[in-house]
């Protein structure tokens, strides 16, 4: 039979190693093996056979069991504790042919028994295909390294998860993110990295897929928030691919994107406030404004804008310069924001020396009351206006109007009134409070203005 028939060939360039006592026997086994094409190495002891093998470790070792000082069965032991040769295939040769010679061999982890006197061609064919299942299981194994050492070194986390939720294995990327030690997460479940209703999702399709293998698809990725060890939340995209590996399987990829998420946050941030005065801008004034009008429209409770404009800031500008403008401007920013205490309050700036406030639920007599505290505020810090014909000091002029919406309502109304309200204001003298109130023209809001 040629080298080929059985399906396997062994490499070209196999190494092999032959131990036995008897020059006879060795010579006809070494003549073999080289009309056979491998290179040949030989050893008449097996103190020898050891030292060869871990130079130049060879693909399979013929191993005589009867050799005087070390014998086969001590030299295989001591093979096998060795990392450099315990993976290298040995054969036993023996003339002893008891059964427990031969389960012994097996133990001590031999791969075949050839029994003496040997016939040649068997000894050929047997250390073929030893060498052709050397051949694929290195392969194999090379593959598993390979694959292991991708896995311990890339930088996403990886989680094999069962379909019962048990987690099976994790990297050292997915045990780093979460904050735990290696192999601390296997046989944990994942009820202890995610929220109970996303890890019931996420069970509900693994059920789905245990039970119809063939339907399975990837789950894709979504963004999940993860419990880290020390307690903390950390924002990650996981991706869930699913395997059938003798049970269905679920391969988690974790990437992480807290820094991401953080960066994308500040700037959402950032495009929420007004760069000087550092309150909200027009853009998220508006957004707040249409989610508590459509809230009010379904709720029928009273929505109060509040309008303020800086009385003749240009004078102040002009008389002071703008670096002490936008200081004024900043001064009369905080007082206006400290009087939007509720979280369905807002004070923003609006444009300019505009500002606007909105108070939720809060009806004309109550929004009129908080615009006269915060007009009376701004006058009370007595940030000098020395051009003023209105005051020695900053002083603003507000308009308030309050509607409660209904569907066929639009913001605008509300805008409209509380800019009136406020040029009324300004009309009629500045530094003063007016309300819009509907159907009517604007009223002096409280008892306290003129
Ligand atoms: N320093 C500074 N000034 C600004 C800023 N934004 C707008 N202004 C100034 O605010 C002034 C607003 O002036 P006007 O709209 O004429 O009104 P006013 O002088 O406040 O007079 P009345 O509103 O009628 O009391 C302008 O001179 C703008 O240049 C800013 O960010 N910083």
Same mark, same amino acid.
């Given at each position: ?49 050891? @030292? ?18 070390? %014998? ?57 295909? @030893? ?23 890339? +930088? ?54 245990? +039970? ?73 004034? %508006? ?5 508590? *009008? ?35 401007? @900043? ?26 406030? $909105? ?23 007595? $940030? ?8 020695? *000091? ?57």
């Amino acid at each position: 039979m040629s080298p080929g028939s059985t399906g396997f060939s062994p490499p070209r360039d196999a190494a092999v190693l032959i131990v036995d006592d008897a020059p006879d026997s060795l010579s006809a086994l070494r003549s073999l093996m080289v009309d056979q094409g491998y290179q040949t190495f030989v050893a008449n002891t097996g103190e020898r056979a050891l @030292q060869l093998a871990r130079r130049v470790h060879p693909d399979l070792i013929l191993l005589d069991i009867v050799m005087p000082g070390m %014998d086969g069965f001590e030299t295989c032991r001591q093979l096998k504790a060795h990392p450099v040769t315990q993976r290298i295939p040995v054969i036993f040769m023996s003339a002893r042919t008891e059964t427990d010679d031969v389960v012994a061999g097996f133990d001590l982890g031999a791969v075949d028994y050839l029994r003496k006197p040997l016939r040649m061609p068997e000894v050929c064919a047997r250390v073929r295909t @030893q060498l052709s299942i050397r051949a694929s299981s290195e392969t194999q194994h090379e593959q598993a390294e390979r694959l292991r050492a991708i896995v311990n070194s890339m +930088a996403e986390g990886l989680l094999i998860i069962e379909a019962n939720g048990r987690i099976q294995f994790t990297n050292p990327a997915c045990d780093g993110y979460l904050g735990y030690a290696p192999d601390e997460l296997a046989g944990r479940h994942i009820d202890d990295l995610l929220n109970p209703l996303v890890a019931q999702e996420y069970l509900e399709y693994f059920s789905r897929y245990a +039970a119809h293998p063939e339907t399975a698809h990837s789950h894709g990725t979504r963004e999940v928030i993860i419990r880290h060890k020390q307690g903390k939340s950390v924002c990650m995209d996981l991706t869930l691919t699913p395997m059938f590996l003798r049970q269905p399987l679920f391969i988690g990829l974790l990437h992480d994107i807290t820094h991401h998420k953080l960066s994308e946050d500040a700037l959402q941030r950032a495009a929420m406030v007004d760069p000087l005065t550092k309150i909200a801008n027009r853009r998220h004034f %508006d957004s707040f404004l249409e989610k508590e *009008w459509q809230r009010a429209t379904r709720t029928g409770a009273p929505l109060s804008l509040v309008v303020l404009d800086v009385d003749h800031f240009k004078l102040y500008n002009d008389s002071l310069g703008h670096v002490a403008g936008d200081i004024g401007l @900043q001064q009369v920013a905080q007082a206006i924001a400290s009087h939007a205490l509720r979280g369905t309050d807002l004070a923003a700036r609006y444009g300019g020396e505009e500002f606007v406030l $909105l108070f939720a639920e809060t009806d004309a007599g109550a929004a009129a009351a908080l615009a006269e505290s915060v007009r009376a505020h701004i006058e009370a810090l007595q $940030l000098p206006h020395p051009k003023s014909p209105t005051s020695p *000091w900053i002083t603003v002029s507000i308009g308030v109007a309050t509607m409660r919406p209904r569907q066929q309502d639009k913001i605008e109304t509300l805008f409209v009134g509380a800019d009136r309200a406020m040029y009324a204001a300004k009309e009629d003298g500045r530094n003063l409070v007016r309300v819009m109130q509907p159907g009517l023209v604007a009223i002096s809001a409280c008892a306290g203005s003129p």
